[in-house]
């Protein structure tokens, strides 16, 4: 038996993450809620929108 590492490009994470087999935000790991037609991160406020492909808007929040 040998050990395969197990690397993904972000592209596929955020394949994964528009399709729904994955709940993890990419930028800080915390879960992601679908917000009408976007995946919103309540934590850091990144945010995946429908239609905009590959494309991850990070709003970063002090405080």
Known sequence: MTVVALNRTLDQELLALSRGASLECLACGEFVMRIGSAL??????????????????LGVHAG
């Open 40 to 57: 919103e991160c309540p934590e850091c406020g990144s945010r995946l929108e429908e239609g905009q492909e590959n494309q991850l808007a």
